[in-house]
């Protein structure tokens, strides 16, 4: 903690220790970080704890279906030019895997934490954030997570009255109805390709009309709001109506979008955009997303995509044809079991591509692309997926699971 800082209680310490110790011996039994069961020791020795390693620090929550590990890691970026950054940087998203990170640090300044959406109100309350930034919501997990419109309510009574400043996209309107809440409010036009979660009023329930890029429920008035920064091509526009060019390593609209919000959130603490946009550069991957990989002879492109807007967003991104494209899907406990969201993918999108399909549910996966109209290969294992290719680049899209299990396999 900073130097004023009253010292953690014996209590906390020893919560603290027990917890490091727990996760090392995760890690030296190869059962992955060991952040969330080291967490979760800790937190059971002192329940408090979170709120108590939160209390020194300038917090930053960062929650959404889709780009908040990206985001997380462009905020901390750009934070380090006012200060020494902590974050759970590698994803660990709910209160065990938060407060190992938080424990992490005892010299930091800020605390820039990524956190799952339903875990969103909760952590709130624990580290009393000076911002929170609200992305997009979207349908992801139908078997565990509930559905957006019961989200955007618990965000809505979860932070009604919080004294954060919000950051949040203002055409989503999901997230605008979690947000209005809030008294302190900035808005940012980040915009929204996936729309089908939001067709009706979460106010009211009436039809939403959307001309252009506008949105407004013609029943009962609720409307998208003024934003004060906005993405604008490869520009973010501040609230001066200033464009400062965004120049980043990560590919596609989705993390300009994510640019846009971050730059948002760094300007509450006095970072200014040009700064702040400039430090984004450095992000090169943020876990193992967006790497170039060798394996095999063929430069593998890893891209995580792990919901129907997910996918929606990697397809805009990858190479034209005839760049050959291999797809795996799982549905393991940490994807969500429920397979039923593949079909509201566009995968006509993939046209023209030569398609190779592995994971633990490809034959799924076979019948949503038979459908569609595409022609595919099923294959057993990455490796004969990619030598089915020709050399040169392949675009390789995977859910969460999925992901993991490539990442192991090209040694990444």
Known sequence: MSGNSDPLSPRAKLAVTAGKAVAAASRAAGRGSGSVIGGRVALKLDPDLLARLAQNLDVVLVSATNGKTTTTRLIAEALRAAGPVVSNALGAN??????????????????????????????????????????????????????????AENWREGLAGSKAVIIANADDPLVVWAASSSPNVIWVAAGQMWKDDAWSCPSCGGVMQRPGDDWFCGECGFRRPTPSWALSGDHVLDPHGSAWPIHLQLPGRANKANAASSAAVAAVFGVPPQVALERMYQVQAVAGRYDVVQFEGRDLRLLLAKNPAGWLETFSLIDPPPTPVILSVNARGADGTDTSWLWDVDYTRLTGHPICIVGDRRLDLAVRLEVANQQFQVCDTLDQAVQLCPPGRIEVIANYTAFQDLRRRVGN
């Open 94 to 151: 709910m209160p065990a895997g938060i407060t190992s990170a938080l424990a992490g640090s005892s010299e930091a300044r800020y605390g820039v934490i990524e956190v799952d959406e339903k875990y969103l109100a909760g952590v709130a309350r624990d580290t009393d954030p000076k911002c929170i930034a609200l992305l997009n919501l979207s349908r992801d997990q139908l078997d565990r997570a509930a559905e957006t419109r019961m989200l």
